[in-house]
């Protein structure tokens, strides 16, 4: 598995920690799955000490913690938030979320561009929550930051990989880049498909913290992003049009 920052994830699996029915649920959550990396909203932590039982609940996790600008529309928003993340959260890492459309919460690329660049200097480790476009990928990277986020759908939409040919080319153009599918996963299946597609991890919260039994659902995701990681390396066959027969017609029995 590739390093993010120079960190070395136990497994490809990012889980949000917002929308679960209860603190106990989110923990089990984390245990049983074993993801590798816990997301968090400075919102949460609160002001005036109101949310440090919800910061010692993470930090019991034992996970990498990634805290995040959601809700953000401004550079001067997504900035100021991230550097009071890195005070709270004693972390040099930012997931940088810019939305720019209101109600896809497509992110603003242009100002994403800006803000990677502001933090990246100001010593951030920046994961941008980007769309698959590759000239914002090649502005991002030229911003200095190491880790592109691509969405897969719209954040909480829960429809897989809206754009898998775009995706892939991202993939094909940056083989080095650890990418991370951002949003839109709904089901094991989606975040399967995007390892075999050679992605390197998943991030997710609303398919796992809304599912019916979120703890179920946290380690169904676990064996699908470890399947379909297994499958990427197995190198599978490629897809034919026509049928190719498994067992060769030598030896087989021709009637007269």
């Known amino acids: ?15 949000g920690t917002a929308q ?6 989110l923990a089990q959550a984390f245990q049983e799955s074993g993801a590798g990396v816990a997301t968090v909203s400075l919102r949460r932590e609160g002001t005036g000490g109101s949310g440090q039982a ?3 609940m993470i930090r019991e996790l034992g996970v990498p913690v990634l805290p995040n600008t959601a809700g953000c529309h401004t550079v001067k928003e997504a900035v100021t938030t991230a550097q009071m993340a890195r005070e709270v959260f004693d972390t040099p890492w930012i997931k940088l979320e810019l939305i720019g459309h209101t109600d896809s919460l497509q992110p603003d690329v242009f100002q994403l561009v800006e803000a990677a660049r ?13 769309t698959e476009d590759l000239i914002v990928a090649e502005r991002l990277l030229a911003a200095g930051c190491e880790v592109l986020m691509p969405w897969g759908a719209p954040i909480g939409s829960g429809r897989g990989l809206n754009n898998e040919y775009a995706l892939r080319a991202m993939r094909a153009e940056f083989p080095e880049v650890p990418l991370v599918i951002d949003a839109g996963i709904g089901l094991p299946s989606h975040a399967a498909r995007a390892m075999e597609l050679g992605y390197d991890a998943v991030l997710l919260n609303t398919a796992v913290a809304r599912a019916g039994d979120p703890v179920a659902m946290a380690v169904a995701m676990m064996r699908a992003v470890e399947a379909g990681q297994l499958a990427q390396r197995a190198d599978p066959i490629d897809a034919r049009d026509m049928a190719e027969a498994s067992t060769p017609v030598i030896g087989k029995a021709f009637l007269s």
């Open 118 to 130: 502001i933090l990246t200097e100001d010593g951030f480790q920046v994961f941008p929550y980007t």
């Open 20 to 25: 679960y029915p209860s603190p106990a649920v």
């Open 54 to 56: 919800f910061w010692q």
């Open 1 to 15: 598995m590739k390093t993010f920052y120079g960190t070395q994830l136990p497994n490809p699996l990012m889980l």
